[in-house]
């Protein structure tokens, strides 16, 4: 069962423009959330990460935006560069418990058109 | 100067046969992990040691077997390799075992098993 949900495998955008991001989650315990970004035959890297006491946090072109009602997330990207194009995960730790243990989304491949 | 090193990146070998992967990170962090990135791209935590105790075991075929010799190394070693073992093994490590603390990654091992 798929605690992390990234519904959208793939994510065309045109340079300039934003991208969103989306992921879902079905584990009301989960009480922080992180993006990674990850580029071929490289590890994931660590981009933004948001608190489940928080509806929003930014970064630079990066925004992350929680709606905890709604078990969703979303990264947004504004404006789009070529060099954004990669597979982002969405993930999320879960408070007592395994501390440290990242629950992964399965990806989301964004290509930024020039 | 890599954060978090593993070797080696790319394996290809038989049914049968027992295997390292070896990791080091130099950040001086307290917690070290092994997750794994199987054929449908989940990414998927195995082991997380802390100051080289055993702190996570997911469920992985004891085949399986994580050792520290120290804070900065966790090694895999993959005893009787089968078809099924074939992935992408990623080491990572973060400062502790916080929730939600920042995790870095190695750049992968290409684990192929013929």
């Known amino acids: 069962d798929q605690q992390v949900k990234q519904n959208s495998p793939s994510l065309s955008v045109q340079e300039g423009r934003i991208s969103i991001l989306n992921c879902d989650y079905t584990n009301s315990m989960f009480d922080y959330f992180l993006w990674y970004k990850k580029y071929p035959a490289e590890g994931p890297t660590f981009l933004i990460s948001?608190?489940?006491?928080?509806d929003k946090n930014e970064d630079g072109r990066f925004t992350v935006f929680l709606n905890k009602s709604a078990k969703h997330l979303s990264l947004h990207i504004v404006p789009s560069q070529p060099g954004d194009s990669a597979v982002y995960f969405c993930?999320?730790?879960?408070?007592?418990?395994?501390?440290?243990?990242?629950?992964f989304g399965k990806g989301t491949k964004l290509s930024v058109k020039p | 100067d890599t954060a978090v090193s593993q070797t080696p990146k790319y394996l290809v070998t038989q049914m049968g046969n027992d295997k390292s992967i070896k990791c080091e990170q130099n950040?001086?962090?307290?917690?070290m992990y092994w997750y794994k990135q199987d054929s449908k791209k989940f990414l998927k935590i195995m082991f997380s040691y802390n100051n080289k105790e055993l702190i996570i075991n997911e469920t992985v075929p004891n085949r399986f077997s994580p050792k520290s010799p120290d804070k900065a190394h966790l090694n895999l070693h993959i005893n009787s390799l089968e078809l099924g073992d074939s992935a992408v093994y990623f080491c990572a490590s973060s400062a502790d075992r916080a929730a939600g603390n920042t995790i870095y990654f190695g750049e992968g091992s290409w684990l192929t098993v013929v």
């Open positions: 950040l001086g962090h307290d917690t």
């Open positions: 993930a999320a730790s879960l408070y007592g418990g395994s501390q440290g243990n990242l629950i």
């Open positions: 948001i608190s489940s006491i928080k």
